[in-house]
Every structure is written in C-alpha cells, then in structure tokens.
C-alpha cells in the first residue's frame, strides 16, 4: 500500500524560502514517478515538479530556476526546495507517485 506523507509547509515572508518533504512508503524509489502539485483557493490542482524513476525533471514555468525537486533514496523521501517565494505560491501542496497523493500541506507567502 503506498502512504505519501508531506511535511515542511508553513507561513513564509516573499523572497523566502521553504523545504518539502514527502516521505514515502510502497513506492519503488528509483523505478516509480513522483512529483509535486499544488492547488490555490479557485484553481485547479497544477503540476510543480516531477522526477521520473530514472531522475529526470520537469518543472512548471512559473518555478523554473526557483523550485527544485530532488530525492533521498536511501530515506524513501522526496523534496521540495522552494526559492524565492511570492505571494502566487500559496496553496496546498501534494505529493504524487503513481495515482497515489498526499494529504496536501499548506505554504501561505505573505507579509
């Protein structure tokens, strides 16, 4: 059974930073996809960042060169390093492997 449980999300000024953390169980790390989305109050969920099994990555336009997705084989986990936040950032973010999703946690940027 796979279980995606995201950590790391919270209040944060614009120009700051944040990391994500997904840790996860029942995914083969190495062989299965997995990614980050987000959903803002009206929107619809969107892609952030993807890595595939082999460790490719895909980003979103709006977070290329400030977002970076990367993972820990060897802790089952999956991060999110987020620069540079603005106020679009905020929403919930999941964590995505193989139809499987988080719970979401909330990253709100404001001052």
């Known amino acids: 059974q796979v279980r995606l449980v995201e950590s790391g999300g919270g209040l944060v000024q614009p120009g700051g930073s944040l990391r994500l953390s997904c840790t996860a169980s029942?995914?083969?790390?190495?062989?299965?996809?997995m990614g980050w989305y987000r959903q803002a109050p009206g929107k619809q969920r969107e892609l952030v960042a993807a890595m595939t099994g082999g460790g490719i990555t895909n980003y979103a336009d709006s977070v290329k060169g400030r977002f970076t997705v990367s993972r820990d084989d060897s802790q089952n986990t999956l991060y999110l390093d987020m620069n540079t936040l603005k106020p679009e950032d905020t929403a919930v973010y999941y964590c995505?492997?193989?139809?499987?999703w988080g719970q979401g946690i909330q990253v709100t940027v404001s001052s």
């Open positions: 995505w492997s193989n139809s499987y």
């Open positions: 029942g995914v083969r790390f190495g062989i299965s996809a």
